[in-house]
């Protein structure tokens, strides 16, 4: 059996709280010429055509908890080679390579560890694990402060570069037994064909008083809902999870996770004036507006 036998799998229930009959918000093949066009030119012509022909975009919202998620997604194996293959691993490397060294990327990393540091209260050498870590640019920061950093990512080429820096590969199968004092996953949650099950996981191999930090696309209107396709929170192929922020609170409910308020911790930091404490009240504000991000503690 090739993997192009069945294409695709269909979720018909809510991802989030398992509802089933959902309202089918839209409905469209990925052979319409806009999506196809879309697709042709977003992983410049290297998506397989019976993928194109075969699946469709289509958009379905929980009647119980309101969460939005696309109905039909690519099989596992077709999901890796989505991105192991069809988004051009030498481009992406290069892309990660040209934006590594601006200042702005420096130091919003650096004030993201620097936030992760004081929400686990200064502990020496931390164990941190980056799921989803992409090229590494958050481990690498991570290490530069002194943690014990561990990385995950489905792709080989991603992992092999990291593991050349000197990062270790974290894997179900050998390392299930760590448990770490944070786990920062960014931007993942939204790939996942099933969260639920992931953040479950995700808390098992947190420590109890551990952090996780989970960033995904801010959730669209209605009216964005509909111009599709474009490069936003319900991205064709890639972005098959919408969320809201009650979703997330749901999701982190389930897997015995408690939201950390970030408002106090803000104040905290002003309490004293010092340029470090200005700066992550700062950084704090601004991410809030730029994505949707939550901190959650394992109970
Ligand atoms: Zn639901």
Known sequence: MTVFENLFEIRND??????????????????????????????????????????????????????????????????????????????????????????????????????????????????????????????????????????????????????????????????NQIEFDFINIEQVLEHVPDPKTFLNEISSILKSGGIVTISVPKRLSKKQLKEVPAKNSVQPLEHINCFEPSNLEFLAKEADLEILKINSSILRLLKSFKLDNLSLAFYCVYFYFRTQRIYLRKK
Do not use: T
Not at 135 to 161: E, N, T
């Open 14 to 175: 809510c991802p989030i709280c398992l509802k089933s009959n959902p309202k089918i918000l839209l409905s469209n093949n990925l052979s319409e010429p806009k999506f196809k066009k879309f697709i042709d030119d977003y992983y410049n012509h290297s998506v397989d055509e019976r993928v194109i022909e075969k699946v469709k975009f289509e958009l379905a919202q929980c009647l119980k908890c309101g969460f939005v998620w696309q109905r039909h997604i690519l099989n596992k194996d077709l999901l890796y080679k989505l991105y192991s293959q069809w988004i051009d691993p030498r481009q992406s490397l290069f892309k990660h390579l040209k934006n590594q060294s601006r200042l702005i990327v420096l130091f919003g990393l650096s004030l993201q560890i620097k936030l992760m540091l004081f929400l686990i209260n200064d502990i020496y050498q931390p164990k941190v694990l980056d799921y989803g870590c992409g090229w590494g640019k958050w481990c690498l920061m991570a290490q530069i402060a002194g943690c014990d950093v561990y990385a995950f990512d489905i792709v080989l080429s991603r992992r092999r570069f990291i593991s050349s820096k000197g990062i270790k590969l974290f894997n179900w199968d050998d390392n």
